[in-house]
């Protein structure tokens, strides 16, 4: 399994297709699924590819999205070997098919795709193709190599049953849990990464009444997509040429930077670490004597976005790893945490 593509829900396709183009470096790619009824354009990034889609009349299911939810995640779809054997076990599980299995042409691909309810308004489409569909055409400034997780909030109590979901839905398993606790707030998160490792859900639940993840909840009027992770081998540079298209990412203290310094097996060189705080980037790594043949402590690097939308909703998150770094950082998560706390008391709904 893996993800095959991500499906927003905007109220103006071409809009957010140039934001891409401009502000992330994605290219435009010519898609054959317009209808009467909604727009939809496709960008891509390396092997990243995201489906935007807005209405053109009141009866587009976009439409219907959009006059319960904010603009956001609608569709988070996966490439599977057989699809057959996946609506199954969903179907043998409880799960909504949305979609039963149908079977088109696109280009020289043959596929197969199902759909199922998942959380709130998300769905995953599931999908097998016969050959390797080349959504667009190959460029050599290709920014990102993957899409390294997607992150799903849920509502309080809900955590233990969104994980039990995607165990007994999509055999996902559960990996590592978190409890983030500040002065001010807190949250509870399980990541779930599918059996082949390509794909990683951290899910979320909030675990204060005034969480990031309540106010996400609210905003949002319900579970969703909050951010999705965005994986390049060059996190300074991709993040340098961000920020000189004008796109907003979220402050880091330079005392943060001084209290890494304080961390024992930090292995940047003072020139890395000084490029690195000039672009706000942050940084976590395993605690433990690196193994023999230098300093190959895996390392962590990350950088989220504010919000993209109008709504402090959905943000991205760009993200390098390092000598095989695996999971996630608990002192990048609780630096995340802190972040995000910060935006909500400028925003007056953290007190």
């Known amino acids: 399994m893996k993800i095959d593509h991500v ?27 317009n209808s009467f009824h909604t727009c939809t354009e496709v960008v891509q990034n390396g092997a990243v590819c ?16 959009l006059r319960q939810y904010p603009p956001g995640v609608a569709d988070v779809a996966f490439a599977v070997d057989d699809v057959e054997a996946a609506i199954a076990l969903a179907q043998k599980h409880g799960a909504t098919i949305l979609q ?54 849920v509502a309080v109590g809900e955590l233990e049953r969104a994980v039990a979901w995607y165990e007994n839905i999509l055999d996902f398993q559960p990996q590592q849990a978190f409890k983030i606790k500040t002065n ?5 998160s399980q990541v779930m990464i599918s059996r082949n490792g390509s794909v990683q859900l951290p899910i979320n639940e909030p675990a204060s009444r005034n969480s990031q993840i309540q106010e996400f909840l609210d905003v949002n009027q ?5 951010h999705i992770a965005l994986r390049t081998t060059n996190l300074v540079s991709a993040i ?10 979220l402050s880091v203290p330079q005392t943060y930077y001084s209290q890494l310094k304080q961390r024992p097996g930090l292995t940047l060189s003072p020139l890395e670490l000084e490029a690195i705080a000039q ?19 895996p390392l962590l690097l990350q950088i989220f976005t504010q919000p993209i939308f109008e709504q402090p909703t959905f943000f991205f998150e760009f993200i390098e790893r390092r000598f095989q770094a695996q999971g996630f950082g608990e ?15 400028k925003r007056g709904t953290l007190q």
Not at 10 to 33: I, M, N, Y
Not at 132 to 147: C, L, P, R, S
Not at 184 to 188: D, E, I, K, M, N
Request: with cysteine; proline share 5%; hydrophobic share 40%.
């Open 222 to 226: 319900g579970p969703g997509i909050q």
């Open 279 to 297: 672009q706000e980037i942050l940084v976590d790594w395993q605690e433990y004597t690196p193994l023999e043949g230098g300093n190959t402590a």
């Open 100 to 153: 039963p299995i149908q079977e088109r042409q696109v280009g020289t691909a043959f596929l197969k795709c199902g759909k199922i309810a998942a959380w709130g308004g998300l769905t995953h489409t599931l999908i097998e193709r016969s050959l390797v569909f080349d959504k667009g055409q190959k460029t050599n400034d290709n920014t990102f190599t993957a899409i390294d997780h997607v992150v799903l909030n």
């Open 184 to 188: 001010r707030s807190a949250l509870h």
């Open 7 to 33: 499906h927003f829900y905007v109220e103006d396709a071409k809009v957010w297709r140039d934001w891409f183009v401009h502000h992330l470096g994605f290219q435009p790619v010519t898609d054959r699924s």
């Open 240 to 249: 340098a040429k961000f920020r000189a298209s004008g796109l907003s990412l």
């Open 50 to 65: 995201f489906f935007l889609s807005s209405p053109l009349l009141p009866t587009s299911p976009v439409a219907e999205f």
């Open 331 to 345: 002192g990048n998560f609780r630096a995340l945490f802190e972040a995000i706390e910060s935006e909500q008391i």
